[in-house]
């Protein structure tokens, strides 16, 4: 058994439903579990239905269109799309009628873009004589907590998912199972959504309660590149990453799975296959817990801009105890996430990647410390074997002194396989051409 996920881009339209449908046919011998997310832009077009809806308008002909279109040019007719479409109308009636959208009421309006891609898929593999069945994440056991627009999987998900999908794996079924992506019930029957990264989650619990061969998540890139190709027009795809390398790729700005995503397959061993759909001639990216050959030192570079850098330095708290958890406790006060830290006995600079309003956070951190705010930084960060810190930093500050750059900040992760570095935003791309022409050859 294998897991194929297929994002929004990847059935955007008739065309593109066709195509992976003739993915998918590829591997049926393989018993593949497929888990697909809405069509293209649907899940924008159902939260901007509910922003209208908010201000007095019920309108959700911009979906009934691409829906009926795409069934028409795929020559299907899917009757269960008219009730789902004649709930969305009831729910956006009732958004309109009380003039509020609660997470919860958002989570459940935004499920009905993957109810209807799965149904049209399943639909269409059927006509392409292809036994399928469309499921909603609930009805093969995906069940979470109810912490609405970003819920967890309960541990029940282990058990039910094969009691629901066993026959299938077993042969007793031959119908392929079309799996909604981010959407889940809690335990009292109320929809709700996975958060970032859900529909890979979705797919790599699936995997790891089916102990599946493989689980592959299919993009519109060759898999993991060495750095973004826009940047670097000479990068190349990266053949295998580990579980680790993977989860800080994703963590700082590579469009890989969700860091989340990678412990149910962690957890039980599953290799991932990153593969392009647009391109079937690509072998894609294999996330492994191990390599199976000696890794390059560097594995690949990535950027995360717009970050604002915070110095936070206290004369004061010089050998006194608590001074990093009174730090911390601020940020926690706040709910606000740090992304990369360097820490003195007396001062302490790290980053933050939000849109919150920091001055809340600043007055308070300055009440014990003389703080300031940088915006307009950026992260630029190496995925490398660190335990050769020395010999890879020598090499990429030798290549940033030629062009003159200075770096801001320099971090190493606990995991070993990242080194950071905060630099501007306008010389971020510059930092990223020049350690990757260092690092694997020049443009």
Avoid at 95 to 122: C, N, P, Q
Avoid at 233 to 260: K, M
């Amino acid at each position: 058994m294998i897991v194929m996920k297929f994002g929004g881009s990847s059935v955007a339209n008739a065309e593109r439903i066709r195509h992976v449908a003739s993915i998918i046919k590829t591997y049926k011998d393989k018993k593949p579990v497929v888990v697909l997310s809405a069509m293209g832009d649907t899940t924008d077009y159902l939260l901007e239905a509910a922003e209208q809806a908010l201000t007095g308008t019920v309108d959700i002909r911009r979906i009934i269109d691409l829906h009926i279109q795409t069934q028409k040019e795929l020559g299907i007719s899917v009757d269960s799309l008219i009730g789902l479409q004649t709930e969305l109308t009831q729910l956006l009636t009732g958004i309109f009628m009380i003039r509020e959208l609660t997470k919860k009421t958002r989570d459940y309006l935004v499920s009905f873009g993957e109810r209807m891609s799965v149904r049209i898929m399943a639909a269409y593999l059927e006509k392409e004589g292809i036994p399928a069945k469309s499921y909603d994440a609930w009805d093969i056991g995906i069940v979470s907590t109810n912490e609405y627009t970003n819920a967890e999987l309960l541990d029940s998900v282990w058990s039910e998912i094969p009691a629901h999908l066993n026959a299938y794996k077993n042969g007793q079924s031959q119908e392929i199972p079309i799996v909604t992506g981010f959407i889940a019930k809690d335990s009292s029957g109320t929809i709700t959504t996975l958060g970032r990264g859900g529909s890979d989650l979705t797919a790599t619990v699936i995997g790891a309660a089916m102990n599946a061969d493989e689980i592959q998540t299919w993009k519109d890139v060759d898999g993991i590149m060495t750095t973004d190709p826009r940047i670097c027009p000479n990068a190349h795809r990266v053949d295998e990453v580990t579980y680790e390398e993977a989860q800080e790729l994703a963590y700082f700005g590579a469009q890989v799975l969700h860091p989340r995503s990678m412990i149910p397959c962690r957890k039980v061993g599953i290799p991932v296959h990153v593969m392009n759909s647009y391109n079937l001639d690509s072998p894609g990216t294999l996330i492994v817990e191990k390599h199976s050959v000696a890794p390059n030192r560097v594995c690949a570079i990535t950027l995360v801009k717009g970050v604002t850098l915070i110095d936070i330095v206290s004369t004061r708290m010089l050998g006194a105890a608590g001074f990093l958890a009174h730090i911390f406790n601020q940020f926690l006060k706040y709910n606000i996430s740090i992304d990369v830290i360097a820490t003195s006995e007396v001062s302490v600079s790290l980053t933050v990647n939000t849109k919150k309003d920091l001055t809340p956070l600043l007055k308070d951190i300055g009440d014990a410390a003389d703080v300031q705010a940088k915006t307009g930084k950026a992260i630029v960060t190496i995925i490398c074997d660190a335990d050769h810190s020395s010999d890879i930093l020598s090499v990429g500050f030798a290549a940033l002194a030629q062009k003159g750059i200075n770096v801001q900040m320099i971090s190493q992760g606990a995991s070993k396989v990242n080194i950071s570095f905060i630099c501007e935003d306008s010389e971020a791309s510059d930092v990223v051409r020049v350690l990757h022409n260092a690092y694997f050859g020049q443009e």
